[in-house]
């Protein structure tokens, strides 16, 4: 009989130790799990999934780069331009660059060197006199690499910002450099044509579009010294995340359809070193380096400059053309960037000049509609292909 007691006073004690919430002893103190402590873990989990999800999202979006709302969860860093413009009554002042491509004079001599010089300088612009002025310090910057594809390196032919960074790119090699205080490292290298061959992209001009770099080449095709035809590759173009994820789009039809504009068809041509994109236009812009209703020919290149400023909407359907008065056959557009906070109406370009031998690059300034604000400005005698709001 005391057995049956000692059993069931067992299975009492039981119950109520199922009863009891359970205690979990640290050092001295007691924790006990209660519903507080389950909503402050949910307060502390919930802004960690919003901190960590555009990042989670961005390494699996930007492995396949054509998905367009993938570029909207990435921290893109829009600044531009990087350096704050100065405000006073005289005007706004902006820190400028430019850079040059001296094709085979880049070559250091003896030290397996390829070097580029960089120009740095000050724009003024007087909104209230419509009055652009430009000044460049006297010594240049010299940036140096030891990478080159053929014995040709550096000949850099483009300055952007892009996510935070000031971008250029080699013409011979297809890579694309960063630069950082006064020094230049390589980030991504292109190939030619659809990515797939032994040769490096000739990249000539770049721009912004989606938080997305395009990178273009010439937009002709690649042709013999005499004009026969060889292959498309120039008429590719590069899109590249801010994470260097790089796919190959066949821009043929658009690069035709500028030339149609000012009715140009192969065998003649139309050659770009220079293009955007403007956001708030949304509309591409253009100013080909040159055109020629006739057959290609290396020599006789060098004087069919191209004064049309050309506009295009998203899809090339439709393009407008504005005559750029002034033209010299010999000084061609390779560079241009929009004045910041004029709507994209005011535009600044490199003007080059390459011509038996010898080199120059001028400046000059107008608005989309074609007036001239600054008439050309000698500003080197090398070869400077690259300008940007720094």
């Known amino acids: 009989m005391r057995k049956k007691s000692d059993d069931m006073s067992l299975l009492r004690d039981w119950r109520g130790a199922l009863q009891t919430p359970h205690v979990y002893r640290v050092g001295s103190s007691s924790v006990r799990v209660q519903t507080q402590c389950l909503i402050a873990l949910v307060i502390l989990f919930v802004p960690l999934v919003f901190y960590a999800y555009p990042r989670i999202m961005n390494n699996d979006c930007h492995s396949k780069i054509n998905c367009r709302e993938c570029s909207d969860h990435y921290v893109y860093n829009s600044t531009y331009p990087l350096t704050a413009p100065s405000k006073s009554s005289a005007g706004v002042t902006y820190k400028v660059s430019i850079i040059s491509d001296l094709d085979t004079d880049s070559k250091v001599q003896d030290k397996g060197l390829w070097v580029s010089h960089v120009k740095k300088g000050v724009l003024m612009w007087k909104p209230k006199e419509r009055r652009i002025s430009l000044h460049f310090d006297e010594k240049h910057i010299t940036l140096s690499s030891n990478i080159a594809m053929k014995d040709r390196g550096m000949e850099l032919s483009e300055l952007v910002t892009f996510d935070g960074k000031i971008l250029t790119f080699d013409d011979r090699t297809g890579l694309v450099f960063y630069l950082e205080r006064d020094k230049i490292y390589p980030w991504i290298i292109l190939m030619d044509g659809d990515g797939k061959t032994a040769k490096g992209f000739k990249s000539e001009w770049a721009a912004v579009k989606d938080n997305l770099l395009y990178v273009g080449s010439m937009g002709k095709e690649w042709t013999t010294p005499g004009g026969d035809f060889v292959n498309n590759h120039p008429m590719w173009m590069k899109i590249i995340s801010p994470r260097g994820d790089v796919r190959s789009v066949d821009w043929t039809d658009n690069y ?109 300034a107008f608005t989309i509609e074609g007036e001239i604000l600054l008439a050309d400005m000698k500003i080197a005698d090398l070869k400077f292909e690259g300008f940007e709001f720094v």
């Open 256 to 364: 035709k359809k500028l030339r149609r504009a000012i009715n140009i068809e192969f065998p003649g041509y139309m050659l770009h070193e220079s293009g955007t994109w403007s956001e708030k236009r949304k509309s591409w812009f253009f100013l080909p380096r040159r055109c020629s209703g006739e057959r290609y020919n290396e020599t006789t290149d060098e004087v069919m400059s191209c004064n049309y400023l050309l506009t295009a909407d998203e899809d090339f359907s439709r393009i407008q053309t504005t005559k750029i008065v002034g033209r010299i056959p010999i000084r061609g557009f390779s560079s241009f960037k929009f004045l910041p906070d004029t709507d994209d109406t005011i535009i600044i370009a490199l003007k080059s000049e390459e011509y038996q031998g010898r080199t120059a690059t001028y400046i000059t």
